[in-house]
């Protein structure tokens, strides 16, 4: 059985490095949009079994749910790394054989991106990079347990060193529409190039037309 695990922190506490380009209400209101379109991606994709949210949100968990996904509850969100973690040990004992981990600011993520993670969900390891090619956007762990999560900067060769070292086959995939992630007012500018008409970008040309 393979789940799809979605970590969401409180969206008050989201997109710290867009601080002084955006408001705390547009900050919040970009991390709630996203969320429910990288949410609204991963149910429509094939060949997974469960969508999983892991928060401590009420907000967040009630949205989730009318999505169709489980929900995770957690009393407090110590690290995107530990809500992770956690969640794929919970994901095994409900009977998952392999889990996808993405993070809510990638909306320009696609189904079939998904779907051939799904393909490539083997024994071992599937890193999918962030954009600068030092972070993490994505992973695949099949077992749950078979890496330990280590996001945050220099991720990237953290996890490709964790399963070297553990002797787990690693691969790295590079969709781009994972490798593309919200964060710095740059990126908000790429995607406003990018893609103006999609959903966020719709959003953020609203949140930043009289800047």
Same mark, same amino acid.
């Given at each position: 059985?393979?789940?799809?695990?979605?970590? *969401?922190?409180?969206? $008050?506490?989201? @997109?710290?490095?867009?601080?002084?380009?955006?408001?705390?209400?547009?900050?919040?209101?970009?991390?709630? %949009?996203?969320?429910? =379109?990288?949410?609204?991606?991963?149910?429509?994709?094939?060949?997974? #079994?469960?969508?999983?949210?892991?928060?401590? &949100?009420?907000?967040?968990? !009630?949205? %989730?749910? @009318?999505?169709?996904?489980?929900?995770? #509850?957690?009393?407090?969100?110590?690290?995107?790394?530990?809500?992770? &973690?956690?969640?794929?040990?919970?994901?095994?004992?409900?009977?998952?054989? /392999?889990?996808?981990? +993405?993070?809510? !600011?990638?909306?320009? *993520?696609?189904?079939?991106?998904?779907?051939?993670?799904? =393909?490539?969900?083997?024994?071992? +390891?599937?890193?999918?990079?962030?954009?600068?090619?030092?972070?993490?956007?994505?992973?695949?762990?099949?077992?749950?347990?078979?890496?330990?999560?280590?996001?945050?900067?220099?991720?990237?060769? /953290?996890?490709?060193?964790?399963?070297?070292?553990?002797? *787990?086959?690693? @691969? *790295?995939?590079?969709?781009?529409?994972?490798?593309?992630?919200? &964060?710095?007012?740059? &990126?908000?500018?790429?995607?406003?190039? $990018? !893609?103006?008409?999609?959903?966020?970008? @719709?959003?953020?040309?609203?949140?930043?037309?009289?800047?």
């Amino acid at each position: 059985m393979i789940f799809a695990l979605l970590p *969401v922190k409180s969206p $008050r506490n989201a @997109k710290q490095r867009l601080s002084g380009f955006l408001s705390p209400a547009q900050r919040e209101t970009l991390a709630i %949009a996203m969320f429910e =379109e990288v949410l609204g991606t991963l149910c429509s994709v094939r060949g997974l #079994d469960r969508v999983v949210v892991a928060t401590s &949100d009420p907000n967040i968990a !009630d949205r %989730a749910r @009318k999505h169709g996904a489980t929900v995770f #509850d957690e009393e407090q969100q110590v690290s995107h790394s530990n809500s992770a &973690d956690l969640a794929a040990k919970r994901a095994m004992e409900l009977g998952a054989t /392999a889990v996808i981990l +993405l993070p809510i !600011d990638v909306p320009l *993520v696609t189904a079939a991106e998904i779907e051939s993670l799904i =393909e490539h969900a083997r024994h071992g +390891l599937i890193v999918v990079p962030s954009g600068d090619g030092t972070g993490t956007n994505g992973l695949v762990r099949c077992p749950p347990d078979s890496t330990q999560a280590c996001f945050g900067p220099g991720s990237f060769r /953290a996890h490709c060193e964790q399963a070297e070292s553990r002797g *787990v086959p690693l @691969k *790295v995939m590079r969709p781009p529409g994972i490798l593309f992630d919200i &964060d710095t007012p740059e &990126d908000v500018a790429e995607l406003l190039q $990018r !893609d103006p008409n999609s959903p966020i970008g @719709k959003l953020l040309r609203e949140q930043t037309a009289a800047r």
